[in-house]
């Protein structure tokens, strides 16, 4: 006859009550254990303002400035901005910062001292095509001494043209960058690395300003200055706007910068970088309706980063 073991049947349900919990989590824990941290992570958001400055001018010759302004002619004696800022852009930067894992991901921690950055930029273009000016001196007075009747002085009135052109148009880029810093975790640190950015022109057109200024100055008998006064004529102001195609822009640069750690110990202050950066730049302008021009300029830009 066949004997139940009752107490050994108590103590196998037992140990399998026990058991049953660990064998419902081990799976739980296995899985965790293999999760790694993704191999990027966005970390920080910098906005920055600043402006991208040449001085090398566009050089459009009268055939293409008939394409851009039809009608308009350039003048005979006007000059490109050789020795004065040809090429004047603002912009406006919004990124953000993705920092690499370190090789011990699973520990979860990145890399900030290596930063891929990623954002959108816009400027407002401002590139001068020519600027001219004439000028007319006309003897309004003789200066004549009550004492002796001699004549001490003149006084002349200058009146003066100026007329200048220029091409503008507000461009909408997409940037990239990758930057190596050094240690950020001191106060100061100090980046550098390599960036492009390209995009497109908004709104391009061709303007025509002009106005003039009237003088009066007052020489002695020998043309020396003794004083003047000058008056700008409101009602000869002229613009001319002429619209055009839709280009494209693009620029590869070379980041350089410095951070600057606002906190030491407030936790938020901490999280915020006062950052300045100079941006030596070779960049390309495309305008359709004459050529593409490739140019070398200086951008810069001051901002702040808010990193989490």
């Known amino acids: 006859m066949y004997r139940v073991n009752i107490p050994q049947i108590i103590y196998s349900m037992k140990k399998a009550f026990f058991l049953l919990p660990l064998l419902l989590l081990s799976p739980g824990i296995v899985s965790a254990q293999e999760v790694k941290q993704p191999k990027y ?9 600043g402006g991208d400055r040449s001085l090398a001018p566009l050089n459009i010759n009268q055939n293409e400035f008939n394409v851009l302004a039809p009608g308009a002619l350039i003048p005979a004696n006007s000059t490109p901005y050789t020795t004065q800022f040809g090429w ?9 910062a993705i920092h690499p894992l370190k090789k011990n991901g699973l520990a979860g921690e990145y890399n900030k001292n290596r ?16 600027n001219t000016s004439n000028s007319f001196t006309t003897r309004i007075d ?8 001699s004549i001490y002085g003149f006084v002349d009135s200058i009146h003066r043209d ?30 550098s690395g390599v960036g492009l950015n390209f995009g497109i022109t908004l709104a391009p057109r061709t303007e025509i300003q002009s106005h003039s200024w009237d003088t009066q100055r007052i020489t002695d008998t020998n043309e020396n200055y ?60 495309s305008i359709p309706e004459t050529k593409t021009y490739v140019y070398p300029s200086m951008q810069n830009c001051v901002g702040l980063k808010f990193e989490w």
């Open 142 to 149: 003789t200066l004549v001494s009550s004492a002796n009747g």
């Open 41 to 49: 992570k966005i970390s920080q958001f910098q906005l920055s303002f």
């Open 162 to 191: 100026f007329t200048y052109s220029s091409y503008m148009a507000t461009a909408v880029k997409l940037d990239f960058a990758y930057l190596a810093s050094t240690d950020i975790s001191k106060r100061f640190s100090f980046y």
């Open 226 to 285: 003794i004083s003047n006064q000058s008056v700008y004529n409101a009602l000869n102001v002229n613009r001319q706007v002429y619209q055009n195609k839709m280009g494209y822009m693009a620029a590869l640069y070379v980041p350089i910068g410095v951070d600057f750690r606002l906190g030491k110990k407030n936790e938020v202050m901490k999280k915020m970088h006062l950052f300045f950066e100079l941006r030596p730049t070779v960049s390309v302008l």
């Open 88 to 96: 004047d852009a603002p912009t406006l930067n919004m990124n953000v």
């Open 115 to 130: 930063t891929f950055r990623a954002g959108i930029s816009a400027q407002g273009i401002s590139a001068s095509i020519y």
